[in-house]
């Protein structure tokens, strides 16, 4: 295991269709996170989860956004009726809870909406 | 709100160390300053993070002032590989469920020069 997986690596797709990424964080990490990249901008939060807990979720995270980590383990980010907007990097993080550790991040996954 | 600030964008010549700032003026006590960098399509790498004490690993040297209001981070010999977008995070404390994020700001543009 030598970090922080994330498939797929890009992804096109047309306006209002469903999409669905997954990652696959450092085995024993609790805690994964899953942030949001737009052309120019640092990574906005989207969603954390610490097990399989879903313990925070940003206000950038709409209805049309689901996330799971239905064991603790790998997680999936799920856009419903995905628009234009959607396009961007959508990246994972995970690390341990423990106190001042570091997360590491996957290569993302990029959509385009067309 | 990210709670730093840094400089849009330096330069450096290759070789020679190079010496990024950041304020963070309303850090608390229990909160650490962290660096990441992107390089370009790429997710964020873990370079250092410390809380009060100055900091060596093998990538760079993190340097935090006294009144932890700022803090520099030094890459000794920098290399046109180590051009990317450099993010100084303010972090806290992982205690019981806190999500303990990482919020991004747009962060500095180095520019390693031959």
């Known amino acids: 295991d030598t970090g922080v997986s994330q498939n797929p690596r890009h992804k096109i797709t047309k306006r209002g269709q469903n999409v669905t990424f997954r990652c696959d964080p450092i085995s024993e990490h609790n805690r994964l996170y899953w942030y949001r990249q737009t052309l120019g901008q640092g990574p906005e939060f989207l969603t954390y989860f610490q097990n399989e807990a879903q313990l925070e979720k940003s206000r950038l995270l709409s209805d049309r956004f689901s996330a799971e980590r239905p064991k603790g383990s790998f997680s999936t980010l799920e856009i419903q009726r995905t628009e234009q907007g959607d396009s961007a990097m959508y990246l994972c993080a995970s690390s341990l809870r423990a106190e001042g550790t570091e997360a590491f991040f996957g290569q993302g996954t990029r959509l385009t909406v067309v | 709100d990210a709670k730093t600030t840094q400089p849009t964008s330096m330069d450096c010549a290759e070789g020679r160390a190079a010496n990024l700032p950041c304020n963070h003026s309303?850090?608390?006590?229990?909160?650490?300053v962290y660096w990441y960098r992107q390089i370009h399509s790429q997710g964020p790498q873990y370079i250092i993070h410390?809380?009060?004490n100055n900091e060596t690993n093998e990538m760079a040297s993190l340097i935090i002032t006294e009144d932890r209001k700022s803090s520099t981070l030094i890459l000794p010999h920098a290399t046109l590989r180590d051009t990317a977008v450099y993010y100084c995070?303010?972090?806290?404390?992982?205690?019981?469920?806190?999500?303990?994020?990482?919020?991004f700001g747009t962060g500095t543009l180095l520019a390693v020069q031959p």
């Open positions: 995070i303010v972090r806290g404390a992982s205690y019981g469920g806190a999500t303990n994020k990482l919020i």
């Open positions: 309303t850090i608390s006590g229990n909160e650490y």
């Open positions: 410390g809380l009060k």
